[in-house]
């Protein structure tokens, strides 16, 4: 089943955080200020803060396409039992699946963090799709872009999401990585000009969320980002 467009009672009605979501917020966000490697608590903040965002998304036409459309009619999941790493890992480097095999491999990172459904989305099966499905990629972004999964790479992942897709919780994570990562880090060059370079290439990019990405494994990386309007981005700004 596709996803569901909302209507705009509908979009303004998950605008509203109850005092309970709240309370969760608040305790995710001092664990994350404590940890930034609180997946769990990143998680929640994510499902209560982009909901209505997603919902708007659905509704104007972000999906509009051919692929984009196939996209919400398979609902397709980026995990262990549906992709096999092995054949990506034999896929020339220079492919966006050998590169993404390669990424994940790389970083000793796991596909399957994912896997589950999202709790506080659970009325809502056509948005969390989509939060479940922005999780799965997370890493195709990161491979896109060139970046690492260092912390301070993090956060210059989500001002890309948040220029390209203007999401509460990517928002969230560039105010308080900036202070942790930038700042108490000393990572001037990074907060001067990193932050907004890369919000200005979100900007600048393909709608991302809307990528078929299983159909487009053996397609050079290099052909991959000049369609999507993606650079590699320079990590090294410090």
Partial sequence: ???RPRTDAEIRALRHVSLA???????ASKKILADSN??????????????????RLLRNGY???????????????????TVDLAALRAKPEETL????????????????????????????????W???RNRQTHDLWHTLLGLGVLPHEEV?????CWGHLGVPQSAFIVLFGAVKHMVLEARWRTLRLGLRAAYDAGHRAAPLWAVYW????????????????????ASALD
């Fill in 21 to 27: 979501e709240w309370g969760e917020l608040l305790r």
């Fill in 156 to 160: 210059l992942v989500h001002a890309f």
């Fill in 130 to 132: 989509v939060v479940q």
């Fill in 97 to 128: 699946g050998g590169a993404f095999a390669r990424h994940l491999e790389r970083y000793e990172l796991n596909l399957g963090l994912f896997d589950e459904p999202t709790p506080v989305l659970a009325d809502h099966p056509d948005i969390g």
């Fill in 63 to 81: 999906f509009d396409g051919d692929e984009p459309r196939d996209l919400l009619r398979d609902r397709p999941l980026l995990t262990p039992r």
């Fill in 38 to 55: 609180q997946t769990r608590e990143l998680m929640v903040i994510e499902e209560v803060l982009n909901r209505s965002r997603i919902a």
């Fill in 214 to 233: 299983e159909r487009h494994w053996d397609e050079p990386l290099a052909e991959v980002r000049r369609r999507l309007r993606v650079e590699p981005y």
């Fill in 1 to 3: 089943m596709s996803a």
